[in-house]
């Protein structure tokens, strides 16, 4: 692990994800019609997270699929990505309200790849999206409608998410990049 300084800790990690699963069946009108995409690695974590808090209050846990975007990313020629692809799993989504679920928003080419992903499941009624941390830095016109924190950062800053199921541990961290001073 890379050093760096604590921008969420565990408590406001679970916070974060209870709000936004507030928000989610408040904007859907519940959860009848809600799907849950998380895309890999850090985001399925989180959509099951937030698919167990909405059960918890909703008595109905909405659905949650896996999204691999691998092959829908515009930096695919520049990336060994063969060795790390992992099979996408997806519910039923047509007519559905499907919620994107990502650990960071940066750039926004991430998003674009998985709706190009979803596209291959079907046709969803709408589509939105859920992330921890939107850090800024956009090259696409692509915004959040969930956010548990915005953090500004730097471009020489990495946002480095650990999470419990792939870490073993709950916390948020700004790292510094190689060539910061």
Do not use: W
């Amino acid at each position: 692990m890379l050093s760096g300084r604590t921008v969420l800790t565990a408590d406001e990690i679970r916070r974060a994800v209870s709000r936004i699963a507030h928000e989610i069946v408040e904007r859907n009108h519940g959860a009848d019609n809600v799907v849950l995409a998380g895309l890999l690695t850090r985001g399925l974590p989180l959509a099951q997270r937030l698919a167990d808090t909405i059960a918890e209050f909703e008595n109905k846990r909405p659905p949650v699929g896996t999204l691999d975007i691998g092959l829908y990313r515009d930096d695919i020629n520049t990336q060994d990505l063969r060795s790390r692809l992992q099979p996408s799993d997806m519910p039923r989504v047509d007519g559905c309200n499907v919620v994107l679920v990502d650990d960071v928003l940066y750039t926004g080419r991430s998003v674009r790849a998985a709706l190009d992903a979803l596209t291959d499941f079907g046709r969803p009624a709408e589509i939105q999206l859920a992330v921890l941390v939107d850090r800024g830095h956009r090259q696409l016109p692509i915004r959040a409608d969930y956010v548990g924190k915005n953090i500004p950062t730097s471009t020489q800053e990495a946002v480095e998410v650990l999470l419990e199921e792939t870490d073993g541990a709950d916390e948020v961290r700004i790292v510094r990049t190689e060539g910061e001073l």
